[in-house]
């Protein structure tokens, strides 16, 4: 085999490879990953308490000593994210797109401090009128996760100005007998 065969044969085995290679990747994109990492709280004159936060490209979410609710920023990453109470042992959420509240937008920039980059901080202290002190406790990440996270999508969804009108759901119903107002 001549110099100038051999080199087209080695270029066109190299380009079956890359063709393989992208024919292998499109049939099997990669899974989105998300992380669920928890933090110890301490604040001052209260007991420590667990706090969880989830992270993926599209959600960001917190929920404090229990998963009961669960605060979640939908496209978080953007100008405008959607907020959602989600109740996931109820499966539904509330979704409060018309309003944010002052304390909604300081606690996304406190979380955007402590997990918004590439790897989370082990620990932050946020000082302001109360002094906030997270220790990192645990993480999981993967696929699992993201598929958590995404399954909350799927929740029977509820605008929070129309709770009023829904009594004849039951979840509701128990939220506004309880003088519902909202955690985050």
């Known amino acids: 085999m001549s110099n ?49 936060i989830w992270k993926s490209s599209e959600f960001l979410a917190i929920a404090f000593n229990t998963q009961q609710v669960v605060g979640v920023w939908q496209n978080w990453s953007t100008s405008n994210p959607t907020f959602y109470q989600v109740y996931p042992e109820d499966g539904f959420r509330i979704e409060f797109s018309r309003m944010e509240s002052q304390q909604q937008a300081i606690l996304m920039e406190q979380l955007k401090e402590l997990v918004g980059q ?49 009594e004849a759901i039951p979840e509701l119903a128990a939220l506004i007998h309880q003088g519902f107002v909202p955690n985050f």
């Open 4 to 52: 100038k065969s051999k080199s087209i044969f080695i270029s066109t085995a190299a380009l079956i490879i890359v063709l393989l290679s992208i024919g292998q990747l499109l049939a099997n994109p990669p899974k989105e990953s998300a992380i669920q990492a928890s933090y110890v709280l301490k604040e001052d004159g209260k007991s420590p308490q667990m706090v969880t």
């Open 118 to 166: 590439s790897r989370l901080l082990e620990r932050k202290t946020f000082e302001g009128t109360v002094t906030k002190q997270l220790h990192l406790s645990t993480v999981e990440e993967g696929v699992e996760v993201a598929k958590a996270l995404q399954a909350w999508t799927n929740f029977a969804t509820y605008d929070y100005a129309d709770i009023g009108d829904n």
